[in-house]
């Protein structure tokens, strides 16, 4: 009993030392920094077929709240198609491929000691969508004069030729009573004037 109990008390300073030792030892980056741990497409990768998200895998779990994650295409153009989906230590942003060329996924997030975390993952899309040709506005044809639409005559109203006959049959009519009319007239002065002559020739 007497010889454990001054090993005991030889170490205890021994431990306290090492305890000590270990505390003040700066801390480790793996757990200061969140890290990017992989990627797909892959930093560097050259892809045919364009995929559906974006999906970047970091050492430790992600803050949806301060991670800013963008997605760029040829000539700067934004090529995410909706909001970044998180998921623990994983998140990923739908693709909204346009022209082959380079695509650059940019990320950002905080880590424990408080310095900002940045980089970037670039990848190259050898298809794609092919530009729209500029569109040509047609010159302005001359507008064909429409064919001249042959007038046509109206018929005469019925009315008009039967009045007009009426009209013609009633004046010849009229011309014809007052011919016989001054007939008889003559013929009745004539009558007169024979029996005047006859009486007149009477014994």
């Known amino acids: ?75 700067n153009i934004p090529a995410a198609g909706g909001e970044p989906a998180f998921s623990g230590s994983r998140v990923r942003v739908p693709f909204a491929p346009g022209a082959a060329g380079l695509y650059i996924v940019d990320y950002q997030l905080p880590s424990s000691d408080g310095h900002p975390v940045k980089g970037e993952v670039r990848f190259t899309l050898t298809t794609g969508t092919a530009a729209a040709p500029p569109s040509v506005t047609p010159s302005a044809s001359p507008t064909p004069s429409p064919s001249p639409t042959p007038t046509s005559v109206a018929p005469e ?39 005047r002559r006859r009486r007149s020739t009477r014994p």
């Open 1 to 75: 009993m007497g010889g454990r109990v001054p090993r005991l008390v030889r170490a205890v300073p021994v431990l306290v030392g090492v305890a000590l030792g270990v505390a003040l030892l700066p801390a480790s980056p793996a757990l200061a920094h969140n890290s990017l741990t992989g990627s797909n497409p892959a930093n560097g990768a050259k892809v045919a077929t364009a995929p559906a998200a974006v999906e970047l895998r970091f050492l430790a779990k992600l803050d949806p709240g301060r991670t800013k994650i963008t997605v760029t295409g040829p000539d």
């Open 157 to 195: 109203s019925p009315s008009t030729t039967p009045v007009a006959a009426a009209g013609t049959d009633d004046a010849g009519r009229g011309w014809l009573w007052a011919v016989a009319g001054g007939l008889v007239l003559l013929a009745a002065l004539a009558g007169g004037l024979f029996l």
